[in-house]
Structure formats: C-alpha cells, structure tokens
C-alpha cells in the first residue's frame, strides 16, 4: 500500500462516515458548481471539521481518483490508526461480551478486505486483523467497498498472521478456519465462546503455518458444482451464524 493511495477517501458515503467519525480531513474537493443536497451537505460537515473545501472540475477529480468512481467527491485524510490485537480484545471486554473477531490471511482484493470489514461493522465484530504484507491495506478502495465502516471497524495490522494467531489463542480465544475441506460444518460448530475466525486469500485458502495453528476448521456445505464461495461472501455466513448462535 503506497502512501499517496493512504489518505484519499472517494465517494458520498465513505467521506461522509470519515466525517461522522471524526478522521482527521485535510481538503475535500467537489465538482464545481454542484448544487446536489447531498454534495453541499458534506461540503458544510467539512468546513464544521475544520477541513478546507476546495471546488474543482470533474477532470481534476477524475485525476485523482483511484476508484474511478468518486460520484463527485474527494477528501484528502489520515486513514484512522490501526490497533493492537489487546485494543480488540478491550473491546470486548468493555461491551462485556466473548470476542468475536475476523483474521484476514493474505486477503488482496481490496474489494473483498472492504466487504468483509462492512459486515463485520454490521454484526458487531470485535475486530479484524490483517497482515503487512501480501495483503491489500486500507486505502481508499477498501474505504470505498466498505461503505466507509473502515471508521469504525477495529482494525489490527501485524507482522504476522501465525504469531497473531497464537497471540489470541493464549488470550483463550478460539481460532477457526474457513476450509472446503473443514472437519465440521460451521452449522455444527458452536461459535459462543470467544472465537476468531479465519478467512484465506481468494487463490490460496488458508496458508500452510495459520492453518497448522488454527484450533478448528469449518466448511460452508454448498449444494451447486461451484465448489467455493468468494472469500467475503464466506465471511459473511459465517459471521452471521455466529451472530445468530450468540442470540
């Protein structure tokens, strides 16, 4: 993840959750002369929050965009801090519930890394971690897919995957991977207790070192010839039957 893709948020609802939640915003650049409610709405949020608002053409905007998707807006931010694995676990502490948390192994589409922090944000995970490096960062496509929940997701980057891996289990944390092949449907699989799951790269799976560490391997029993689901899509049913065990 360069450092000039860090700090652009692109699109109506990303910027305006950064805004919501208080991401340190630069500049936001809008098409000029836009009379879009929506678009003079967030120009006002910004120069509440201090952020400068600059007016611009569609060309300069298109320039900067990485999405090629901007719907007429940009801002120029610091992407929100990453936390530690023992921030994730105080948070659950302090909402008094067993975490629950997703561990993305080598996840590289930004798109997939965004759509499963937007469902993470929306079933109450505890936090997600992510790997440095082969790995898509939080960048401004990530912000984008998420649907801008990258502002309030808990988000842990480290070193290395196996070591978080161990890290949590000696916190008493349970850790399961997604796998075709898992021992036990995740039907079957009680997800009450403390539980990290695991989510493999859209190529590979899991790797070889995470998967030898992971307590439990669950598969997602499918009734097609597709013989896979796409990896945020797999985050996803498994998130929410967790939710739906947790009551």
């Excluded at 997602?220 to 996803?236: E, H, Q, R, T």
Aim: glycine share 8%; aromatic share 4%; with cysteine.
């Amino acid at each position: 993840m360069s450092a000039d893709n860090e700090g652009i948020i692109e699109g109506r609802n990303a910027v305006t959750e950064a805004l919501r939640s208080g991401v340190n915003i630069d500049k936001v650049f809008i098409i000029k002369g836009e009379t879009d409610p929506a678009i003079r709405h967030i120009a006002g949020a910004a120069r509440s929050a201090g952020a400068a608002v600059v007016e611009t053409d569609k060309r300069k905007l298109d320039s900067m965009s990485l999405t090629k998707s901007h719907q007429g807006v940009i801002a120029a931010a610091s992407f929100t801090d990453y936390v530690s694995i023992d921030d994730i676990l105080e948070n659950a502490a302090k909402r008094n519930e067993k975490p629950l948390i997703i561990i993305c192994d080598e996840i590289s589409d930004p798109h997939n890394l965004g759509a499963i922090i937007r469902t993470s944000e929306a079933t109450g995970v505890h936090g997600v971690i992510i790997p440095k490096r082969r790995s898509a960062g939080i960048n401004a496509t990530v912000a984008k897919a998420s649907s801008g929940a990258v502002f309030h997701t808990a988000i842990a980057r480290v070193t290395n995957i196996t070591a978080a891996v161990k890290e949590l289990k000696k916190a008493g944390v349970w850790v399961v991977a997604a796998a075709p092949d898992g021992e036990s449907s995740l039907w079957e699989h009680d997800f009450k207790d403390a539980t990290a799951i695991v989510i493999g790269s859209e190529g590979t799976g899991i790797s070889r070192l995470v998967g030898e560490n992971c307590d439990y391997t669950v598969n997602i029993p499918l009734s097609g010839k597709i013989s896979s689901l796409n990896a945020s899509v797999s985050a996803a049913v498994l998130l929410f039957e967790a939710v739906r065990q947790r009551g």
